[in-house]
T-cell receptor, first 113, second 111 residues
Framework: EAGVVQSPRYKIIEKKQPVAFWCNPISGHNTLYWYLQNLGQGPELLIRYENEEAVDDSQLPKDRFSAERLKGVDSTLKIQPAELGDSAVYLC???????????FGQGTRLTVV | DQQVKQNSPSLSVQEGRISILNCDYTNSMFDYFLWYKKYPAEGPTFLISISSIKDKNEDGRFTVFLNKSAKHLSLHIVPSQPGDSAVYFCAASENFNKFYFGSGTKLNVKP
């Protein structure tokens, strides 16, 4: 069974440029999460989807970050414009339901220069 | 304000001995706890969980203990193996609404 797939694995962009990350969750998983992980820290939730509905986006900086999960399957996370402080690993995770353990993808390491 | 804390950034243990990783939390409403293991350049992998109705959960070499009064949980690995070398994160939630992660403990198991 394929795990959570994220692309790209690495991205280097100049500040003020836009960037997008893509995530394909495990088949059949209704819940999808985007996490941010800074160096030396644990993952921090950005947004959680139940199917196509964002049920918790309280930690998403909405002035520059946006996310979508239009058909309730794969999802994209966008930053526009990127800032130096956005350099981090962006992790996508999915779970069968919101009350089960989440499975993580390998993450996208973003470097903003 | 960190609600979940792992105060030991690193731990070194000899192969075959016990590894004990600790985690403290501040929110008494947390009722479900997870441990994840993370290898370099990979995403975290779920390891073991415990709900607040239990004080111990065991899965092979891995045992998680929960002390609700102290707001403390620990992960025991016995016996430790070199392949266990990784970063371990604990996470906690209230009714699965949102998981809060600690900053991780890097375990090094020496052959």
């Amino acid at each position: 069974e394929a795990g959570v797939v994220q692309s790209p694995r690495y991205k280097i962009i100049e500040k003020k440029q836009p960037v997008a990350f893509w995530c394909n969750p495990i088949s059949g998983h209704n819940t999808l999460y985007w996490y941010l992980q800074n160096l030396g820290q644990g993952p921090e939730l950005l947004i959680r989807y139940e199917n196509e509905e964002a049920v918790d986006d309280s930690q998403l900086p909405k002035d520059r970050f946006s996310a979508e999960r239009l058909k309730g399957v794969d999802s994209t996370l966008k930053i526009q414009p990127a800032e130096l402080g956005d350099s981090a690993v962006y992790l996508c995770a999915s779970s069968l339901a919101s009350n089960t353990e989440a499975f993580f993808g390998q993450g996208t390491r973003l470097t903003v220069v | 304000d960190q609600q979940v804390k792992q105060n030991s950034p690193s731990l070194s243990v000899q192969e075959g001995r016990i590894s004990i990783l600790n985690c403290d939390y501040t929110n008494s409403m947390f009722d479900y706890f997870l441990w994840y293991k993370k290898y370099p350049a990979e995403g975290p992998t779920f390891l073991i969980s415990i709900s607040s109705i239990k004080d111990k959960n065991e899965d092979g070499r891995f045992t998680v203990f929960l002390n609700k009064s102290a707001k403390h949980l620990s992960l025991h690995i016995v016996p430790s193996q070199p392949g266990d070398s990784a970063v371990y994160f604990c996470a906690a939630s209230e009714n699965f609404n949102k998981f809060y992660f600690g900053s991780g403990t890097k375990l090094n198991v020496k052959p």
